[in-house]
């Protein structure tokens, strides 16, 4: 499981994050975010854990927690988007999208069509309009 921490001190190493994490079970990788022009953390980093019990004792835990005067955020990262959907890839699922729906379309006036139908085949007759009768008191 994909752990997001953020608001980390900027003076947080890799393995002090890694420490922390470790004392609550197994960790695959724990990365913090570098700034590529100053060299310097930018403030978050992540943690991947494969047993999800283990990761979700480790966010309860840490969650909140000060670690160099900066009050930690941790939660189960979001799925990255796709990078590699390419806009022909776009196009092609929304023209098969529309073609499901005509095709949905054609079922559903299909089965109104057998609905109308008697069981020998024949067509139904017109309904009879409802009445109500008045109560009189």
Do not use: W, Y
Request: glycine residues 6%.
């Amino acid at each position: 499981m994909k752990i997001l921490v953020r608001n980390l001190s900027r003076d947080v190493t890799e393995a002090e994050l890694l420490a922390l994490f470790e004392a609550h079970g197994r960790v695959q990788s724990c990365t913090v975010v570098m700034d590529q022009a100053t060299g310097g953390s930018k403030g978050f980093g992540f943690a991947n854990m494969p047993v999800p019990h283990e990761a979700k004792k480790a966010m309860h835990a840490l969650n909140g927690m000060s670690v160099k005067g900066s009050k930690m955020r941790v939660k189960k990262a979001d799925p990255a988007p796709k990078k590699d959907e390419t806009p022909e890839e776009d196009a092609s699922a929304v023209r098969s999208e529309a073609s499901a729906v005509d095709a949905a379309a054609q079922a559903t006036e299909e089965a109104a069509a057998r609905a109308k139908l008697k069981k020998d085949g024949s067509a139904l007759g017109m309904k009879k309009p409802r009445t109500f009768r008045k109560t009189t008191k």
